[in-house]
């Protein structure tokens, strides 16, 4: 055969080993054929910013609760802004008529279809990728389409009893803890209005208590004024009355919902620039407007994808669909101005938790943020790809970063900054874990025993940020994220601790995690000065000054405690422990995840394996990493079955497949479903410096279609069939050279 047209065949048979990624997506969207019962029988939809939970109820109405990622009540609780209940008359989907709803993953839209043969009807709904407008449409026999507001927040009420865990950090105050009411505008032509004021704010309350009185003189208030709500309206649609929006019987319907949150002088204000921003959305026509949404979606999904087939095994589907819907819930609610909530995102609903009946609003631990939970929800972007959503992650730490200097130099009197595992978004302490009886205590005691001496979730947030640099190549991330943040950090650890006789760096007072609370150089702390260290050190851009100090303080780390258990050598969670185990963490595997100083390239991988195997607590539920540190390790089997368990956990109480939880949080738990997605990239590919090593702890019974992103803007992309891979492309082709392929086991 001719050369030529034996490569161009071969070319041809290696583009149809992969299917459309459309058309392979399609096969995991989520079909129900009868309306739901509740809330709990909701999906997500959401276009980064705004998120929706969509059911049918068995009566036929469409109803869905609306969030957004910086509605946070005067009280520090994140808030739905309210829920839509619409209503076609004469109804197609009531009395055990056809039906069919669908999310369309490629498409970002719900779809929902059913009627008799003479009435047959079809509702979409979707929320526009690329601006802030949700859209209902409806077509097919004529109907009347009745709109309505459903307000539940209509006067100030005082959280308290169990409730008072959703506003967690203001349990134990010195006062009620009371929200205020949303505002109805009064009956309007054409329109329905409602918002969400803040009256007060417990900033200032906090500020003080945490000793910033005076450094929040230069600040401004977060909470003070912030208004959230919306406007709805539509063609064709009048006020029945000031909640609700009916239409003549027609064919086809569209109602559109503006949500808006900014902080303004006056509630007028905040509808004058909400009808700016109405006005500019409408000068994009809906059908380009719709075309471009779609675009969006086809391109998020074209970025990345795992697809894992194998014909004797169920756990191949159970796990690509977790993987998938997962990533479609990070995509619905990681565009906004704040990082995704870890205990429910924005689609947390009706509390049915046995004594919780709570509404919608109600999500255990509340507003603030835990480092410890929150990273998870961003590690696997790097793999994806998906390097826009993890900047509302990186921006919170960025913007507390002044204050965290500030409060290091009150509380420690030296230079560098630290944040706390838990913090409101603007970077102070949770009140109560603050404590809020300071008699005799100094500014740096902090009452919380699980906290009090917990720093290294900043070096986490480090690490991270610089393997976006890594992955990206990004110099003004780089210059102005994050080398000032690790910079930071790193100026703590030095100054922050004494060093021993030796003239090693000596962690004491320490903590290992929230597990050991009394210990001497705790294992995640050291592992990640090494990991941080080396990677700025490996910084052309760093100077000659910051390299001394840099390689100073490696220099000076202790090394990570080992020890001995049966008579092998084994990784510790610190040189020296004090106390009994207070939480269900394995810090010493934080040495291998996140901070990677164990894996299948290094020579030290059995120390870890034993460290593993031996591990205290066992688990692959909610933020549990055993999965990830298993896939690190290179134990194949061992990351197959207790992924396959975790992506195949049953939901308490919830319809949609991926509203995992409530595990250690809440429902949807989203660190259930992204430590899943990690340790599913982590089987397949893992970088160590220029290396992209493939199939680390993959499974040989398992064939794949994969497309996965590396550092230095490397995208690989592959097939592996019948235990062969039958298509690789690296991009830059360049990178090929450095790319290592390990056989599956």
Not at 409 to 415: E, K, P
Not at 416 to 431: Q, S
Not at 439 to 462: C, F, M, Q, T, W
Request: neutral net charge; proline residues 7%.
């Amino acid at each position: 055969m001719n050369k030529s047209l034996y490569f161009v065949l071969l070319l041809v048979m290696m583009l149809m080993t992969t299917p459309a990624p459309g058309a392979a997506l399609d096969r995991y969207n989520v079909t129900w054929d009868t309306p739901s019962a509740n809330s709990s029988g909701s999906m997500p939809l959401g276009n980064g910013e705004i998120g929706l939970n969509v059911w049918v109820e068995p009566n036929g109405d469409l109803l869905f609760y609306i969030a957004t990622t910086d509605a946070w009540s005067e009280i520090g609780r994140l808030l739905k802004l309210g829920r839509v209940r619409v209503r076609l008359e004469p109804n197609p989907f009531a009395g055990g008529a056809p039906f069919r709803q669908t999310l369309l993953l490629r498409q970002g839209e719900i779809e929902i279809t059913g009627g008799q043969s003479d009435a047959q009807t079809t509702l979409r709904v979707w929320v526009d990728a690329n601006q802030p407008v949700i859209h209902v449409e409806a077509s097919g026999a004529p109907t009347t389409l009745r709109a309505s507001l459903e307000m539940w927040r209509t006067e100030p009420r005082e959280i308290k009893g169990d409730e008072i865990h959703s506003a967690y950090g203001l349990h134990e105050a010195p006062r009620p803890i009371i929200e205020s009411g949303d505002t109805l505008v009064p009956q309007q032509p054409q329109r329905v209005t409602w918002f969400h004021r803040n009256p007060s704010s417990i900033w200032p309350e906090t500020m003080q208590l945490q000793g910033l009185g005076q450094w929040m003189k230069t600040q401004s208030d977060p909470l003070l004024g912030r208004t959230f709500g919306a406007v709805m309206e539509g063609e064709g649609l009048t006020s029945e009355n000031a909640t609700t929006l009916k239409s003549a019987p027609r064919r086809a319907h569209r109602l559109s919902i503006y949500p808006f949150t900014a902080q303004t002088a006056t509630p007028q204000e905040w509808q004058k620039r909400l009808d700016e921003q109405i006005a500019r959305i409408a000068k994009t026509g809906v059908e380009e407007a719709r075309q471009a949404h779609r675009a969006w979606w086809d391109g998020f999904w074209n970025r990345s994808w795992i697809r894992i087939s194998d014909n004797t095994d169920s756990a191949a589907q159970i796990v690509t669909r977790g993987y998938i819907l997962q990533r479609f819930m990070s995509a619905c609610a990681g565009r906004g101005a704040f990082p995704i909530k870890f205990n429910g995102s924005l689609f947390t609903v009706d509390s049915r938790e046995p004594g919780k009946p709570f509404d919608a609003d109600y999500r255990l631990w509340g507003g603030p943020y835990w480092h410890q939970n929150t990273r998870l929800v961003y590690w696997p972007m790097l793999g994806s790809g998906d390097f826009e959503m993890m900047m509302p992650f990186f921006r919170m730490h960025s913007a507390a970063l002044p204050l965290a200097r500030e409060r290091t130099r009150l509380f420690f009197d030296h230079g560098g900054a630290y944040i706390p595992e838990t913090i409101y978004f603007w970077g102070t302490y949770v009140n109560t874990n603050y404590g809020w009886k300071r008699e005799d205590k100094p500014l740096s005691y902090i009452d919380n025993r699980y906290l009090r001496h917990y720093y290294v979730g900043v070096l986490e947030n480090a690490t991270l940020m610089l393997d976006y640099f890594a992955h990206t190549g990004d110099q003004q991330f780089l210059r102005d994220t994050a080398l000032p943040f690790a910079g930071a950090v790193i100026e703590f650890y030095d100054k922050h601790y004494p060093r021993d006789a030796a003239g090693r760096l000596e962690m004491k007072p320490a903590q290992s995690l929230e597990t050991y609370h009394d210990v001497v150089n705790p294992t995640p702390d050291i592992a990640g000065l090494q990991a941080v260290l080396e990677a700025l050190l490996a910084l052309p851009q760093a100077t000659p000054e910051q390299k001394s100090q840099w390689k100073r303080l490696h220099s000076e780390l202790p090394p990570l405690p080992i020890g001995e258990k049966d008579g092998a050598r084994v990784i510790l969670p610190a040189q020296q422990i004090n106390s009994e185990p207070k939480n269900v963490e394995n810090p010493e595997l934080y040495a291998v995840f996140p901070f990677r100083r164990y894996g299948v390239a290094q020579s030290n991988l059995e120390i870890a394996r034993r460290s593993y195997e031996g591990r205290r607590v066992k688990s692959n539920s909610g933020w549990a990493q055993d999965e990830i540190q298993a896939a690190q390790l290179g134990l194949a089997d061992e990351a197959k079955a207790r992924l396959t368990a975790r992506f195949g956990a049953k939901h308490k109480g919830s319809r949609f497949p991926a509203f995992w939880g409530p595990n250690y949080d809440w429902i949807p738990d989203q660190d259930h479903g992204n430590v899943g997605v990690m340790a599913l990239q982590t089987m397949l590919l893992q970088s160590d410096g220029d290396t992209i090593r493939l199939f680390p702890a993959w499974p040989k019974e398992w064939d794949v279609e994969f497309k996965l992103h590396a550092p230095r803007n490397t995208i690989v992309e592959g097939v592996y069939r019948d235990g062969q891979v039958v298509r690789l492309q690296v991009t830059p082709a360049a990178r090929m050279k450095d790319v290592v392929q390990l056989a599956p086991q």
